[in-house]
């Protein structure tokens, strides 16, 4: 029958302990290295397209700019042309050609005079009164005139908004240069600045039909571009003008809700394509600038390069600090056992096992067992745990009692990460701590009553001095070789309370939690410092309010990272600018973490979803030392997990979110925005937006844009309004916007609908 072996009989049990240390920390270590090389390299990464993104924001913006500037320019030179008493005179007279340095003369002002010729393509003067149409073909009969129904429909746009110059975008082709019909064709096709002339008058009877030259705007924005970069202009309606590369249109989301802002796509080999769009006042011109490189260079110069092979040997020289802080007290005790006693160490065998073997034979007086009996006893009297009694049977039993010092100082030292966002591993500052209790032990100088102990996740260490103050010299002077050793060991910065001056040895832990206050009083959002205790300082009260506590349980609710953070970050920098006191600030901290638990028990997720125990997460919470570590503790084990299920759970429920929109929407009459919508049901904008998206394949404005259409035609076809009353119900500024909407979504102006309606 197979048996099991025991533990004892593994071959991994029979291994010696300085190869077990051995093999532990180099399996760190490669975990480290590829850990910090997978985050250097993201990091990178995401800095590198976040530059991209602002520069290709920018370039998107400054080529917008180049042509609104243009069309402005353009529109100026057109307004100030009216007054002008030589295009006056063609206005108001039926010139014909025995004056035609009159026509001439017209004609050179509304090819722009020299001035913005370069962005007139063809120009039109058609006037009703006088029945003519003079051009850039020439000047004839307005009879003859091919698109007259375009130019009437042009000038009864006029006559429903009252807007007498105006921009507009004309899908149509130009017509054959050899057709009959050309010359007489006024040309509407692409952007038309259009004039109602004479601009004096209330019902003007002409128009100035400005043609846009936009070869001339493409080739502005051509020069703009830079390497890898791609744009595309679209007509307020979503109609192409023009594009640099054939591909890039299908690149474009047009239903983005977020219009000018930065987005992302795939191109056709599945790189990720980065899109700023930008609309322009004038004409509503829509225009998308893209940058299709996807190319990082993880080290663009050898800083980056030295910096990460530094950082890569900085681990390889913690790992040997490690490895000899681990093994070294061993090595030293097997060493010290051999030197006073016959018992060797066989080759091969357990260095524990053979110590624990000789602690048995050793004198109750082993220097090693005081040692360690002392650190316990520094440890026991910090937490407050023994009596009077108690401590002077421990300086009895460890011959302290005639080493007692007159006057005392308690230093409390805690690890500052220079990262705020990074989380807080106990197992990794215990080990830290413990270095650099050996390197205080050793070349510090404080060969003292108790020794520096490892203790609430920070390092406390006993100072004998005279009571007059003359051990402050050395304790900065220590100071400051401790703050260098530890940012250049360990990349960390370190933060010191020191207690006031004691003469009672039974009064350690006041002087403890002195020192733990004084904590609370230095620069704790920058660098390392050192803090002495003040007397009556951190008495600032402050209470964790239910208000805070809503705050933060509807954001863990509606799975918002961010207002959770939000309201954390707001808690603790009360907490540390206050100089809250810690008798003050444990039950703040209690009642957040509870108020996370109750949230958690409330929507029935169970607190197994912490990344730690609750009995691990409130000892921290109790025995804090630095409140910008318990903040990043609280934020990785507790609120980071809480947000990722609730957004799990709220994917699940997109059905019965889409019904609440869609009887909002018409509660609303569609008078209503995305972030109207999503602050009413209580949900993220963007997870608003993704429900739309996977129900509906609409955006939140495309939905509201059909459900109006839908509105509009009841309205049209049940009521008597005019078009302007209906453009106001449905929240539209003019009605000359709404008219264009309507005809965007259904291909004919609202009047014409309602007359088609009429006859049928």
């Given at each position: ?26 399996l ?35 080529m ?21 008493t030589?295009?006056r ?26 001035i913005?010729?370069?962005y ?29 129904d ?70 502005d ?34 239903e ?6 930065i ?32 190319r ?50 066989r ?24 040692s360690h ?53 106990s ?5 830290i ?6 390197k ?7 060969k ?28 900065e ?29 039974y ?8 020192s ?45 990272k961010?207002e ?51 009995r ?8 804090y030392?630095?409140?910008n ?25 997109s ?19 995305l972030?109207e ?37 009841k ?6 309004m ?17 008219i ?18 009429k006859?049928?």
């Open positions: 029958m197979f048996k099991f072996k025991k533990f004892s009989e593994l071959p991994l049990r029979r291994i010696a302990y300085k190869y077990k240390v051995l093999i532990g920390i180099t760190f270590l490669i975990v480290a290295v590829v850990s910090f090389g997978t985050i250097f390299i993201k990091s990178y990464i995401d800095r590198n397209r976040d530059l991209r993104k602002a520069e290709l924001v920018k370039d998107a913006e400054n917008l700019n180049s042509i609104e500037n243009s069309l402005i320019t353009v529109h100026k030179y057109y307004l100030a042309s009216e007054n002008n030589k295009l005179y063609v206005v108001e007279n039926d010139v014909d050609y025995s004056k035609v340095s009159s026509i001439t003369d017209a004609g050179d002002i509304l090819d722009g005079g020299n913005v010729t370069d007139v393509a063809n120009y039109s003067l058609v006037n009703f009164k006088t029945d003519t149409v003079l051009g850039t073909k020439g000047k004839y009969d307005i009879n003859e005139v091919k698109n007259l375009e130019l009437t429909e042009l000038y009864d746009a006029y006559k429903e908004t009252y807007t007498k110059n105006l921009w507009v975008y004309i899908d149509g082709a130009e017509p054959d240069k050899y057709s009959k019909e050309y010359r007489t064709t006024v040309p509407l096709y692409g952007l038309d600045l259009v004039l109602f002339v004479p601009f004096s008058e209330v019902t003007p009877y002409a128009l100035e039909v400005i043609n846009i030259d936009m070869s001339q705007i493409i080739s924005i051509r020069k703009q571009l830079g390497e890898n970069q791609q744009a595309a202009l679209y007509t307020a309606d979503g109609k192409l003008i023009f594009s640099t590369d054939k591909e890039f249109p299908n690149q474009i989301e047009m983005k809700t977020d219009i000018n802002a987005y992302s796509t795939k191109n056709d080999d599945g790189k990720k394509v980065f899109i700023s769009a930008k609309t322009s006042s004038i004409a509503g011109l829509t225009l998308y600038v893209a940058n299709y490189s996807d990082i260079e993880l080290f663009v110069n050898v800083y980056y390069l030295i910096a990460f092979v530094l950082i890569v040997l900085l681990l390889f020289f913690g790992a040997t600090i490690l490895f000899n802080s681990i093994y070294k007290p061993i090595q030293t005790a097997i060493g010290e056992i051999e030197k006073s006693s016959d018992y060797k160490l080759p091969g065998e357990d260095e524990l096992q053979y110590l624990t073997d000789s602690v048995k034979k050793l004198d109750s007086k082993n220097t090693s067992l005081i009996t002392t650190a316990l006893f520094a440890t026991r009297i910090y937490r407050n745990e023994l009596t009077n009694t108690e401590i002077d049977q421990y300086l009895y039993r460890l011959s302290l009692s005639n080493r007692v010092p007159s006057f005392y100082r308690i230093l409390t030292f805690v690890l500052r990460s220079m990262d705020d966002d990074s989380p807080v591993f197992d990794r500052d215990k080990s701590c413990n270095q650099i209790i050996d205080i032990t050793e070349d510090c100088g404080m003292e009553f108790l020794p520096p102990v490892y203790y609430a996740r920070s390092i406390v260490v006993f100072i004998s001095c005279d009571g007059r103050g003359t051990e402050k010299e050395l304790i002077k220590n100071y400051n070789f401790m703050t260098q050793y530890v940012y250049n060991t360990f990349g960390l910065n370190i933060g010191i309370g020191i207690s006031s001056d004691y003469s009672d040895i009064s350690i832990n006041k002087a403890y939690l002195e733990v206050q004084a904590l609370h009083y230095g620069k704790i959002d920058m660098g390392s410092y050192l803090s002495y205790y003040r007397m009556g300082a951190g008495m600032d009260r402050i209470s964790f309010d239910s208000d805070i506590e809503e705050k933060l349980r509807r954001a863990l609710r509606r799975g918002d961010e959770a953070y939000s309201v954390v970050d707001g808690l603790f920098e009360k907490l540390i600018t206050m100089d809250v006191s810690r008798d003050n600030c444990v039950p703040v901290l209690l009642q957040l973490v509870n108020g996370i638990v109750l949230e958690v028990q409330t929507a029935g997720i169970g607190t197994n979803v912490f990344r730690e125990e609750l691990q997460i409130y000892p921290v919470i109790l025995d030392n630095d409140l570590r318990v903040r990043k503790y609280i934020k990785f084990n507790m609120i980071d997990p809480v947000i990722y299920h609730q957004n799990n759970v709220l994917d699940s429920q059905a019965n979110i889409m019904t609440a929109i869609e009887k909002l929407v018409e509660d609303k009459e569609g008078n209503i925005s972030n919508c999503a602050e009413s049901l209580g949900y993220h904008t963007s997870y608003i937006w993704r429900i739309l998206k996977e129900e509906k394949n609409l955006t939140f404005t495309e939905y509201v844009d059909k459900y109006k259409i839908k509105y509009a035609k309205l049209l076809s049940e009521t008597d005019t078009v302007g009353a209906i453009a106001e119900k449905l929240n539209y500024t003019n009605s000359q916007n709404f264009r909407f309507f005809n965007k979504m259904e291909g004919i102006t609202p009047g014409k609908y309602r007359q088609a309606l006859e049928a």
